[in-house]
């Protein structure tokens, strides 16, 4: 059983684009700059922002962090869209989600210039990424086809059995998993809170992908022998015995599925990390386009 080491591949990642931005500061070319909205004050979505902005640095990006009280209106979050859209000192930037619910949220993301959209959110990078074509994979996505591709997972003709159909994670990966390229060339199922006898699908999987957020939902009994597994689950649980009063697990029940694994993301320092170094790719992908456009 191999471990998919997010950590690790993540700081590989960020060393190759520190070298990238390096050769750019060289060039007296603009450094990628990266901005971040957050309305509200959600523990776990600040934490994330602030680990966005220190990987900003760690790589010699510029970053911006624009906070907003939660009591924000709709509008006013539209007029700071706008501001960063027409802003051209920044290459990309991204919305934290989730947001108040006095704001709705696919008007929010519409809003954003796709060629700045490194989150790969917006419709049109959405639909160039069902279509095969350049553009922004959505984060997290990207970081998994980055681990597959790293590690040398052999894809083609596999049966890939995607757990969830989330925007952001399961829609996409089905998509991309699929797609005639490696990572991909594999079989599809897509499978969620309304299939059925689930376990009789997972079982017949090569690869599962699982994003449900529900603490060990899979099982060793649910897997076959030598199964690759991506845990994209990431779930808060109560535990007095450590220093912080609660433990990070994901969808998977590790300790005996990747018993039966050859190849498996831990949680967390699996798929994680992984996210934040595809969102700096992504902007490093902005700034790049842009400059071809000037050029």
Same mark, same amino acid.
């Not at 994670?169 to 897509?190: D, E, K, Q, W």
């Not at 300790?255 to 996210?275: D, F, H, L, Q, R």
């Given at each position: 059983?191999?471990?998919?080491?997010?950590?690790?591949?993540?700081?590989?990642?960020?060393? @190759?684009?520190?070298?990238?931005?390096?050769?750019?500061?060289?060039?007296?070319?603009?450094?990628?700059?990266?901005?971040?909205?957050?309305?509200?004050?959600?523990?776990?979505?600040?934490?994330?922002?602030?680990?966005?902005?220190?990987?900003?640095?760690?790589?010699?990006?510029?970053?911006?962090?624009?906070?907003?009280?939660? !009591?924000?209106? @709709? !509008?006013?979050?539209?007029?700071?869209?706008?501001?960063?859209?027409?802003?051209?000192?920044?290459?990309?930037?991204?919305?934290?989600?989730?947001?108040?619910?006095?704001?709705?949220?696919?008007?929010?993301?519409?809003?954003?210039?796709?060629?700045?959209?490194?989150?790969?959110?917006?419709?049109?990078?959405?639909?160039?990424?069902?279509?095969?074509?350049?553009?922004?994979?959505?984060?997290?996505?990207?970081?998994?086809?980055?681990?597959?591709?790293?590690?040398?997972?052999?894809?083609?003709?596999?049966?890939?059995?995607?757990?969830?159909?989330?925007?952001?994670?399961?829609?996409?990966?089905?998509?991309?998993?699929?797609?005639?390229?490696?990572?991909?060339?594999?079989?599809?199922?897509?499978?969620?809170?309304?299939?059925?006898?689930?376990?009789?699908?997972?079982?017949?999987?090569?690869?599962?992908? !699982?994003?449900?957020?529900?603490?060990?939902?899979?099982?060793?009994?649910?897997?076959?022998?030598?199964?690759?597994?991506?845990?994209?689950?990431?779930?808060?649980?109560?535990?007095?015995?450590?220093?912080?009063?609660?433990?990070?697990?994901?969808?998977?029940?590790?300790?005996?599925?990747?018993?039966?694994?050859?190849?498996?993301?831990?949680?967390?320092?699996?798929?994680?990390?992984?996210?934040?170094?595809?969102?700096?790719?992504?902007?490093?992908?902005?700034?790049?386009?842009?400059?071809?456009?000037?050029?």
């Amino acid at each position: 059983m191999i471990i998919l080491d997010g950590k690790k591949v993540s700081e590989d990642i960020k060393n @190759e684009i520190t070298d990238e931005v390096q050769k750019m500061r060289d060039n007296n070319e603009k450094v990628p700059h990266l901005a971040a909205i957050i309305v509200g004050n959600d523990g776990a979505s600040l934490t994330y922002v602030n680990s966005k902005v220190k990987a900003c640095e760690r790589v010699g990006f510029e970053s911006t962090l624009i906070r907003m009280p939660s !009591t924000t209106s @709709e !509008t006013e979050l539209l007029k700071k869209i706008k501001e960063l859209n027409e802003d051209d000192t920044i290459d990309g930037f991204i919305v934290q989600l989730p947001l108040p619910k006095q704001i709705d949220t696919q008007h929010i993301l519409m809003s954003i210039d796709p060629s700045k959209d490194v989150d790969g959110f917006h419709p049109e990078n959405f639909g160039k990424m069902a279509l095969d074509m350049t553009t922004f994979i959505p984060a997290t996505p990207y970081g998994i086809l980055e681990l597959l591709e790293r590690y040398d997972v052999q894809t083609k003709g596999k049966h890939t059995v995607v757990i969830g159909r989330s925007h952001i994670v399961g829609r996409p990966m089905s998509i991309l998993m699929g797609r005639n390229h490696f990572p991909g060339n594999s079989t599809v199922t897509l499978t969620h809170s309304h299939t059925k006898n689930i376990s009789q699908i997972t079982t017949q999987a090569d690869i599962i992908i !699982t994003a449900l957020g529900v603490p060990n939902f899979l099982k060793a009994e649910m897997v076959k022998d030598d199964v690759v597994v991506i845990d994209v689950g990431i779930t808060r649980i109560p535990d007095e015995s450590t220093p912080k009063g609660y433990r990070i697990v994901g969808d998977v029940d590790f300790e005996n599925v990747s018993k039966k694994a050859s190849y498996i993301t831990p949680v967390p320092g699996g798929v994680g990390p992984m996210t934040i170094a595809m969102l700096l790719k992504n902007t490093l992908l902005a700034r790049e386009q842009k400059r071809m456009k000037l050029a």
